[in-house]
């Protein structure tokens, strides 16, 4: 017994030792060599042969386990256990030779360089001498306390309950020294530091070994808000404006980019922001580039300028009516004061006439409007005629109503 056990003790260390040398890929493995003690059996087999002492633990016994990471927090271990027990009576120099064949699947409890405590469940069997074999369902702790990368101590203490009328129940203590290899695995998350992206940091096998605290899907290195789950960079964003919540100043209301989350200045509130709007001081359609619907012609309304003054005219005249006058009198009054350089007179007409009388018509208008403020002093190079007949009605030429909206001219400031 001595013999065999000297010599399973020299294979395993050479096994060990070479492995350390010459193997650095896939998961770690662990290799120990334990004394160890069974304490507590109890024998339940025919011929009343007794029980076994209590406490047993012998000098030239051994338990040598060989361990792999299967994934995160889990891995397996198989062992072999040669010791021998004794009688409590009837011969208590009489000794009976152990051995075991224990697999268990392993939980570590903290995943930690240092100290990994650990729980386990399995089976394995059991014979004793000329008991024969019998099944044993395995649970215990264990504990490995790493001195270096791949050196440490290793406990364990494992119940084994027999399964068969015959066998024996027992507590198997064990003790000793623990060998990594397969390359080193800092962080101890089962990727080993040649294949880890986070050497240091537990992390998880689809993210190459790195973290992802807040759970997202996005580990942590790439993760601009690593505590905060989100989907924008790994930050939340409420609004769904493309700002995330920690750089957003409306993180509520959804806004632009450009404007820190915050909603663009809509100074007409027509629903297009002044940094789109053509028309940014009269409200307009959003898709006339926030223009009114007269202004099919975008170019002929600016920017920041006052809205165009509309006058009103009889069916098929291009007489100024004298509330027009009054009307025009005011407008000659702010271009004398106004730093506007150029305005365009635009002439319309309803559809009563043909399309080229309404043109003509409408230059007339045009044309009667310019002549007026000409005479009220206003330099006639700031003014530009242009007649569009019946081309850009403001309103249904069905009614009456709708066909004197259209017979206007619109004086529109320009630059």
Known sequence: ?????????????????????AQDVYSPWTASLSTNAINNPVLKAPNNLGRFKTWNWEVAGFKGALSRHLTGKLSLEGSVTLTGIKQNYIDVDKKFSLIALDGLVKYNLINNFNVNPYVAVGGGLTWVDTLGKSLTANAGVGLNVWITYNFGLTGQS?????????????????????????????????????????????????????????KDGIMDQEDNCPDIAGTLN????????????????????????????????????????????????????????????????????????????LIYFELSKSEITAE????????????????????????????????????????????AVRDYLVAKGIDSTKLI????????????SNTEAGRHKNRRVEIIPMI
């Open 324 to 367: 027009s006058k009054k009307t025009l009198d005011n407008v000659a009054s702010y271009i004398k004061k106004s730093n506007i350089k150029t305005y365009e007179i635009s002439g319309h007409t309803d559809n009563t006439s043909s399309a080229e009388t309404n043109l003509k018509l409408s230059i007339a208008r045009a044309n």
């Open 158 to 214: 494992i119940y084994k309950h027999a399964l068969d009328d015959y066998g024996i129940s027992h507590f198997q203590h064990s003790v000793g020294l623990i060998f990594k290899f397969g390359g080193t695995d800092n962080d101890n998350d089962g990727i080993i530091n040649k294949e880890d992206n986070c050497p240091n940091v537990f992390g998880l096998a689809i993210y190459g070994g790195c973290p992802d605290t807040d």
């Open 385 to 396: 005629t242009r007649g569009f007949g019946e081309e850009f009605p403001v309103d249904s």
């Open 234 to 309: 790994g930050c939340p964003d409420a609004d769904n404006d493309g700002v995330a919540d920690p750089y957003d100043k409306c993180p509520n209301f959804a806004g632009d980019k450009t404007n820190n989350g915050c909603p663009l200045p809509d100074t007409d509130n027509d629903g297009v922001p002044d940094k789109f709007d053509k028309c940014p001081s009269v409200k307009g359609l959003n898709n006339n580039n926030g223009c009114p619907p007269v202004a099919n012609n975008i170019e002929k309304i600016q920017p920041s300028k006052p809205k165009a003054v």
């Open 1 to 21: 017994m001595k013999r065999l056990v000297l010599l399973l003790t020299v294979v395993l260390l050479l096994a060990v030792s070479q492995n350390l040398q």
